[in-house]
């Protein structure tokens, strides 16, 4: 019996816990337990909550410094609502690659001659040419001879 109490107590503190908090009803302290809103955040909230109810996500952003539709999403994955309802106006995620623009349209090309090609860039000299030899170049060293053998038997 006593399990069945401290497991029922242990679901309700899970489920206050885990609730969503409502931008419109929470306290400052509430509002500073949601992940990514400090103790300015709560305080500029409950100021402008005082002037009246936030309406929707967009009424709370154009209200309070501080948030942005990029917080909004991280506020709303974390718990916080407005009136209920999730904030749903996030931006949308911008391809790794722009979309191509359209191209403008050509004309013949007997109309318009070819742009002359940039002349490349000469490579430069090579150091050993720039110089000339002062000294020698070392002379290869002559092959080994192998020792005579004496034939004393």
């Known amino acids: 019996m ?7 107590i242990a679901m309700l503190y899970a489920s206050v816990v885990f609730a969503a908090v409502d931008v419109n009803q929470a306290s400052a302290a509430e509002l500073d337990g949601v992940k990514g809103i400090g103790p300015a955040i709560s305080s500029r909230i409950v100021d402008e909550r005082q002037k009246g109810t936030f309406k929707d996500w967009s009424d709370l952003l154009a209200r309070v410094k501080g948030i942005g539709p990029k917080s909004a999403v991280k506020l709303s994955e974390n718990g916080l609502t407005v009136g209920g309802s999730t904030y749903n106006g996030a931006p ?61 038997k």
């Open 92 to 152: 949308a995620k911008a391809s790794a690659a722009p979309a191509p623009a359209k191209a403008a349209p050509t004309a013949p090309a007997a109309a318009t001659p070819p742009a002359p090609a940039a002349p490349a860039k000469a490579a430069p000299a090579p150091a050993a040419a720039a110089k000339p030899a002062s000294t020698p170049a070392p002379a290869p060293a002559a092959a080994p001879v192998a020792p005579a053998s004496s034939a004393k």
């Open 2 to 8: 006593l399990k069945k109490l401290l497991m029922f």
